[in-house]
């Protein structure tokens, strides 16, 4: 059974930082493609980061500078750093896998996702 737990949301002022992490349960991380994706009220969900089963990256370019994606095959778990963060960044931020190889940020294409976490910037 495949499940994604976000945690590490919050609410931070303009140019915090926070570190979102999602722990994977049921396969581990380096077999998956995984992304974090956002989405604001009245907004589509939009990909923020991914990260390939090679460890390839894509961050959107909105976001590129101030966030990174990694992943810990020991505790199989993967993060989101940001740093410099804008109002514009607040958003419910989900965790998501696939059954791929090559990092994605298309949300219509993963197959997994946990519940969100909320990051609110002031």
């Known amino acids: 059974h495949v499940q994604l737990v976000e945690s590490g949301g919050g609410s931070v002022e303009e140019g915090g930082s926070l570190k979102l992490s999602c722990a994977a349960s049921?396969?581990?991380?380096?077999?998956?493609?995984m992304g974090w994706f956002r989405q604001a009220p009245g907004k589509e969900r939009e990909g923020v980061a991914s990260?390939?089963?090679?460890?390839?990256?894509l961050v959107a370019d909105s976001v590129k500078g101030r966030f990174s994606i990694s992943k810990d095959f020991a505790k199989n778990l993967l993060f989101l750093q940001m740093v410099n963060l804008k109002p514009e960044d607040t958003a419910m931020y989900y965790c998501a896998a696939r059954t791929a190889w090559w990092p994605a940020l298309n949300p219509d294409i993963m197959n997994y996702w946990g519940q969100g976490t909320q990051v609110t910037v002031s």
């Open positions: 990260i390939g089963a090679d460890n390839s990256t």
């Open positions: 049921g396969w581990t991380v380096s077999e998956y493609v």
